[in-house]
């Protein structure tokens, strides 16, 4: 059973970890300051600094968690061996991601954009091997014609980009969206639509 100590540190890194996700999306990490992440938490800033001893740490256990999530979010591609299932809840889960978590995918692509610098040595493993994995998948698809033929890193690019559309030009889909942000009922038909669209570039 934790102990009152340990609760309040989970709770403070917690608050911490979205406040500087939110901050770094807005301001990338140059523009963003442990006071604007401080001020963000509600928190001390001395805080911010007992629990992350500098800016670039604190941005380093940001991604780490983008990253261990992102994996997570994943692994429902491995759950079903049939195509329309697995690209079907594959497609739902990356939507859900970008509709829940948009400031955690602005950090990850200004990252990207930037060089990749804290998260290149991850790009050449674990997400190298992760897609390695799934061209195998979808090539074995293929060959079992329960797909039509298909660049299967061309196809897994074109979901990341759909998907992620929604997260990282959120504002864009706004102002083009009458100035509001799409309602739940607006985005579960969107969802189905990118759906849709993913199934038919499969021939499904």
Not at 102 to 126: C, M
Request: with cysteine; net charge neutral.
């Amino acid at each position: 059973m934790k102990d009152q100590k340990e609760i309040i540190r989970e709770t403070n890194e917690l608050k911490i970890l979205e406040a500087a996700e939110l901050v770094f999306a807005q301001f990338g990490f140059k523009g963003a300051t442990t006071d604007k992440i401080a001020k963000q938490a509600e928190l001390p800033k001395a805080n911010i600094h007992y629990y992350y001893k500098t800016k670039a740490n604190l941005y380093q256990c940001v991604l780490t968690r983008i990253l261990k999530e992102w994996i997570e979010a994943a692994e429902v591609f491995d759950d079903y061996d049939e195509p329309k299932m697995a690209l079907t809840k594959y497609v739902e889960s990356k939507m859900n991601y970008s509709r829940c978590r948009p400031y955690a995918s602005k950090v990850w692509a200004n990252e990207i954009i930037h060089g990749a610098p804290v998260v290149g040595a991850f790009l050449e493993t674990t997400l190298k091997k992760w897609l390695e994995d799934r061209v195998e998948i979808i090539k074995g698809w293929i060959a079992s014609n329960k797909i039509r033929k298909i660049d299967p890193t061309a196809f897994i690019y074109m979901i990341w980009s759909v998907t992620q559309h929604y997260a990282d030009f959120e504002k864009q889909i706004e102002i083009l969206n009458k100035g509001k942000g799409y309602s739940d009922e607006e985005f579960k038909l969107m969802t189905e639509q990118v759906t849709q669209f993913v199934l038919a570039g499969a021939g499904l």
